[in-house]
């Protein structure tokens, strides 16, 4: 079955960078959209970013201008570069391609 790691989150400070990674098991980002979603401490899972079959990328208004989610299709693996990171952004994110989750990475950002 298809598998998804999350990896590349950590600690940083507000204005600091992350790349997170997505591994697929399978090769199926050439046949479905791909999405990263977080959820903070106490707060529900939200919508952060996305990736249509066809290349077509849409964020949430918070992150616009900051994330950029991108593929490698050949090699299964999705990203989301983070760059001018905000306290706000610290959450468990994941990465989810029809309806299969990963476990998550943390992601922790410091003022």
């Known amino acids: 079955q298809v598998q998804l790691v999350e990896s590349g989150g950590g600690l940083v400070q507000a204005g600091g960078s992350l790349r997170l990674s997505c591994a697929a098991s399978g090769n199926i980002f050439s046949m479905y959209g791909m999405g990263w979603y977080r959820q903070a401490p106490g707060k529900q899972r939200e919508w952060v970013a996305g990736?249509?079959?066809?290349?077509?990328?849409n964020y949430r208004d918070s992150v616009k201008g900051r994330f950029s989610i991108f593929r490698d299709s050949p090699n299964n693996r999705v990203y989301l570069q983070m760059d001018s990171l905000k306290p706000e952004d610290t959450a468990v994110y994941y990465c989810?391609?029809?309806?299969?989750w990963g476990k998550g990475t943390l992601v922790t950002v410091s003022s």
């Open positions: 990736i249509t079959v066809g290349g077509i990328r």
């Open positions: 989810s391609v029809n309806a299969v």
